[in-house]
């Protein structure tokens, strides 16, 4: 019953913009810790971005500080992953994960600190 789904990847342009969208059915995002990672070919999962909900405090991979920012709507339904500046090398699946009830981190990073993930969305930034 619990899902997360992605949506608002693209192809765009290097230096354009897109919002990445995270709604979840089934459970909301309060006392959750929402991520956003990134898995590009032959790589490995990516972390990109956190909102932490107990916290209120928001974390960014050094790749993308200043130039992707996170936020959440009021309903605590939807989280937001504004993307800015894009760059070829941001091109990935970007998926979207929520941590569990007892799962905790002072700083969710990992795979493993999430219980829920979506199916992904593509982001494909080109030269």
């Known amino acids: 019953q619990v899902q997360l789904v992605e949506s608002g990847g693209g192809l765009v342009q290097a230096g354009g913009s897109l919002r990445l969208s995270c709604a979840a059915s089934?459970?909301?995002?309060?006392?959750?810790?929402v991520g956003w990672f990134r898995q590009a070919p032959g790589k490995e999962r990516e972390f990109v971005s956190v909102i932490t909900w107990s916290g209120g405090t928001t974390y960014f991979a050094d790749s993308v500080k200043g130039r992707f920012f996170i936020s959440t709507g009021n309903a605590k339904s939807t989280v937001y992953l504004q993307m800015n500046s894009l760059k070829p090398e941001d091109s990935a699946v970007y998926y979207c994960?929520?941590?569990?009830?007892?799962?905790?981190?002072?700083?969710?990073?990992?795979?493993?600190?999430?219980?829920?993930w979506g199916q992904g969305t593509q982001v494909t930034v080109s030269s």
């Open positions: 994960a929520a941590t569990g009830g007892g799962t905790y981190s002072p700083y969710p990073n990992r795979d493993y600190d999430y219980a829920y």
């Open positions: 089934g459970l909301t995002f309060t006392r959750r810790d």
